[in-house]
């Protein structure tokens, strides 16, 4: 690990120190931790999931659709809508602490900021790889929806609805991904973040009365739009001022908060 992070150290000294050094730095780092088969696990275990839901309950799943009452795509996302809240949940949570985790355990922040670094500079790019890796989850999970229809033969691919499927809950798990960046980078030992990542977000999945703006609530409401208020386990749609327009301002509000905090509690710690 510590050759990883003087890997990158060498990476930002020769391209400079800009943001976009620091982005290539972080990559250097990254490169041989679990971050990136992470990104494709989560998606794999979703559609995995749905593979052994159809193989197990294929012919009650399927009523619905038979009988016209239900199209495809509310089949697949009834029944994989919340697993994949749960998924990202705990994927930002994974990745919010893995990407700091390099720094702890090999004990390189101190190294980090002898160099002419802004402290805020490499907080915003961690999270901007984590917010990356999210990304690309969501798109995959959305790949896996639509080849779960192709295999058991749901009608043709709602595009739009795919689309939203890889957007809106991207869009929508991004503060609770702020949230975890900020908890992972302030304890070096990750275990209560990620114990308080693991339960948390199940406060949001339909469980409890929280205001549909709280970062916990807000990925399930994401997905409620997507489902059109028909995810198995959820409350059904929103009743509030949330709307599918108002969730980006409301995520993006979140998560310029919890960033500058982040970046401000970074800046003022004292690295020994």
Same mark, same amino acid.
């Given at each position: 690990?510590?050759?990883?992070? +003087?890997?990158?150290?060498?990476?930002?000294? @020769?391209?400079?120190?800009?943001?976009? @050094? !620091?982005?290539?730095?972080?990559?250097?780092?990254?490169?041989?931790?679990?971050?990136?088969?992470?990104?494709?696990?989560?998606?794999?275990?979703?559609?995995?999931?749905?593979?052994?839901?159809? /193989?197990?309950?294929? #012919?009650?799943?399927?009523?619905?659709?038979?009988?016209?009452?239900?199209?495809?795509?509310?089949?697949?996302? +009834?029944?994989?809508?919340?697993?994949?809240?749960?998924?990202?949940?705990?994927?930002?949570?994974?990745?919010?602490?893995?990407?700091?985790?390099?720094?702890?355990?090999?004990?390189?922040?101190?190294?980090?900021?002898?160099?002419?670094?802004?402290?805020?500079? /490499?907080?915003?790019?961690?999270?901007?790889?984590?917010?990356?890796?999210?990304?690309?989850?969501?798109?995959?999970?959305?790949?896996?929806?639509?080849?779960?229809?192709?295999?058991?033969?749901?009608?043709?691919?709602?595009?739009?609805?795919?689309?939203?499927?890889?957007?809106?809950?991207?869009?929508?798990?991004?503060?609770?991904?702020?949230?975890?960046?900020?908890?992972?980078?302030?304890?070096?030992?990750?275990?209560?973040?990620?114990? !308080?990542?693991?339960?948390?977000?199940?406060?949001?999945?339909?469980?409890?009365?929280?205001?549909?703006?709280?970062?916990?609530?807000?990925?399930? #409401? @994401?997905?409620?739009?997507?489902?059109?208020?028909?995810?198995? +386990?959820?409350?059904?749609?929103?009743?509030?001022?949330?709307?599918?327009?108002?969730?980006?301002?409301?995520?993006?509000?979140?998560?310029?908060?919890?960033?500058?905090?982040?970046?401000?509690?970074?800046?003022?710690? #004292?690295?020994?």
């Amino acid at each position: 690990m510590k050759a990883d992070a +003087g890997a990158g150290f060498e990476s930002a000294a @020769a391209c400079g120190t800009s943001f976009r @050094a !620091l982005v290539a730095a972080d990559w250097c780092k990254m490169r041989r931790t679990w971050l990136l088969p992470l990104t494709v696990m989560g998606p794999l275990g979703v559609t995995l999931m749905g593979v052994i839901l159809f /193989a197990m309950r294929g #012919e009650y799943m399927l009523v619905p659709f038979r009988a016209g009452s239900d199209s495809g795509w509310q089949v697949v996302i +009834g029944q994989l809508g919340m697993i994949q809240v749960f998924a990202m949940g705990l994927g930002a949570t994974l990745v919010a602490s893995m990407i700091v985790d390099i720094e702890h355990r090999s004990d390189t922040w101190k190294s980090l900021f002898a160099m002419p670094v802004r402290r805020a500079s /490499a907080y915003a790019a961690k999270f901007a790889w984590a917010a990356a890796l999210l990304a690309v989850s969501s798109v995959l999970m959305s790949c896996g929806y639509a080849l779960l229809m192709l295999w058991q033969g749901l009608g043709p691919l709602p595009w739009a609805d795919l689309g939203k499927a890889a957007l809106l809950p991207w869009i929508g798990v991004l503060p609770l991904l702020a949230f975890q960046l900020l908890l992972s980078t302030a304890m070096k030992n990750q275990a209560l973040p990620i114990a !308080l990542g693991v339960v948390t977000p199940m406060f949001g999945m339909g469980m409890s009365n929280l205001p549909a703006w709280l970062l916990w609530r807000l990925p399930t #409401e @994401a997905m409620t739009f997507v489902a059109r208020g028909d995810v198995s +386990g959820s409350q059904g749609a929103s009743l509030s001022w949330l709307t599918p327009e108002v969730l980006p301002l409301v995520s993006t509000a979140w998560v310029v908060g919890l960033v500058i905090i982040g970046c401000v509690l970074l800046a003022r710690r #004292e690295i020994r």
